[in-house]
Every structure is written in structure tokens, then in C-alpha cells.
T-cell receptor, first 112, second 115 residues
Framework: GQQVMQIPQYQHVQEGEDFTTYCNSS?????IQWYKQRPGGHPVFLIQ???SGEVKKQKRLTFQFGEAKKNSSLHITATQTTDVGTYFC????????????WGLGTSLAVNP | DAGVIQSPRHEVTEMGQEVTLRCKPI?????LFWYRQTMMRGLELLIY????????DSGMPEDRFSAKMPNASFSTLKIQPSEPRDSAVYFC?????????????FGPGTRLTVL
């Protein structure tokens, strides 16, 4: 079946270091969404990418959608303690735009 | 504008008891989703509604689980009887499906513990 894989599962960084998480889909996606969940919190929508090769930035966060629309990445420059949390990617189920397939997430820990 | 509201925030119950989780979606949103999150299985979609109609309940684990959406501003997820393996965080999310996108807004979740 359709799957979305994320790597790494966990990442520990020193504050100020960069961080990247990768998302790979078994099928071509019409769009990909990224969410952040703080410890003890709920997933919060960050961004949606739609176009092949699209790159979007939100301050220190850079999101990319692959040319084949099967992979994506989230890069954080100069991490801060406020970046701690789990980052999820999610893409629509083939033929059903409302239902999302979720990756298992990458948990980021930042040492001050 | 209020976000997705869920109640209760925490629920501790004993095995065999009925549990009802409640959700109020964001006003104007036309899709509602119930998820379960555990460390082992991550975020699992249980059921979703579109315009108050259940569309896909393939994620509902067993007949012990049921969900309703009697109107556009209220939904319930019921577990009867509850079992210890149902312990998890249950999230409700809503979205407005448009041509531009349909990202989901999550409620704060209900942390369920079944003893």
C-alpha cells in the first residue's frame, strides 16, 4: 500500500547546528504537508507544497518538494531550543484529497 | 477565532467502561477527522466525515469504536467497552476543503488511559 517514510526517526543537535529531515513517498503526491508537534502538544500545520521542485522558506525553515513529487525535505538553519518537537510530513491518499498518509515523524532534540 | 475544541482533555477509566470523546470543529470547516496517536503506531486516522457524513471508517479498529457527527459543529467518538490497549491520545482535526488546499487543524487531544 501507499506509504510515507521519514528519516531520521530521532535527531539530537547542539543549539546553533543545522537539522534536516527527509520524507519519501511510495507514490507521486499531489501535494505534501508539514506539521510540527511540540512535546505534549498537537500537530500544527506548517506549510503545503504543491509544485514539482518547489522551495519555500519560513524564517530559518526551508521546505523542498522533489522534482518527481515523491520526496520532500525540511531544513532548519541554526536550530534553537524552540525548534524542539516532532516534525511530520503527510500527503494525500491517491485518489482521495481529503485523507492524508502520515510519516512517523522525526523527533528533534536541541541541547542548549 | 477558536480552534478545534476537544473534551475531556484527560480521561482515566477502567476496562469495560464506556468512553465518549467530544469534538467541536472550527466553524465553517467541512471535513472532520478522528486520529489516534501512540508511540508504537504513530498517528492513525480512525474515521473522517465530510459535510457531517462518514466517508471512510476503515481505520476504526473494532466494533467497539463508533463515531457520529449529528451536525456541523459537533462530533463524538465512543469506545464501548474500553480496553487497556485503547490507551492513547485521541485527536480531532478539521479542515476546509478548497481548490487551494486542505490542511488540517488539530484540537489539543484527549489523553485516554484505560486501567
Amino acid at each position: 500500500g501507499q506509504q510515507v517514510m521519514q528519516i531520521p526517526q530521532y535527531q539530537h543537535v547542539q543549539e546553533g547546528e543545522d537539522f534536516t529531515t527527509y520524507c519519501n513517498s511510495s507514490t507521486t503526491l499531489s501535494n505534501i504537508q508539514w506539521y510540527k508537534q511540540r512535546p505534549g502538544g498537537h500537530p500544527v500545520f506548517l506549510i503545503q507544497l504543491v509544485k514539482s521542485g518547489e522551495v519555500k522558506k519560513q524564517k530559518r525553515l526551508t521546505f523542498q518538494f522533489g522534482e518527481a513529487k515523491k520526496n520532500s525535505s525540511l531544513h532548519i538553519t541554526a536550530t534553537q531550543t524552540t525548534d524542539v518537537g516532532t516534525y511530520f510530513c503527510a500527503g494525500p491518499v491517491a485518489g482521495n484529497n481529503r485523507k492524508l498518509i502520515w510519516g512517523l515523524g522525526t523527533s528533534l532534540a536541541v541541547n542548549p | 477565532d477558536a480552534g478545534v475544541i476537544q473534551s475531556p482533555r484527560h480521561e482515566v477509566t477502567e476496562m469495560g467502561q464506556e468512553v465518549t470523546l467530544r469534538c467541536k470543529p472550527i466553524s465553517g470547516h467541512n471535513s472532520l477527522f478522528w486520529y489516534r496517536q501512540t508511540m508504537m503506531r504513530g498517528l492513525e486516522l480512525l474515521i473522517y466525515f465530510n459535510n457531517n457524513v462518514p466517508i471512510d471508517d476503515s481505520g476504526m479498529p473494532e466494533d467497539r469504536f463508533s463515531a457520529k457527527m449529528p451536525n456541523a459543529s459537533f462530533s463524538t467518538l465512543k469506545i464501548q467497552p474500553s480496553e487497556p490497549r485503547d490507551s492513547a491520545v485521541y485527536f480531532c482535526a478539521s479542515s476546509l476543503v478548497t481548490s487551494g488546499g486542505h490542511w488540517q487543524f488539530f484540537g489539543p487531544g484527549t489523553r485516554l488511559t484505560v486501567l
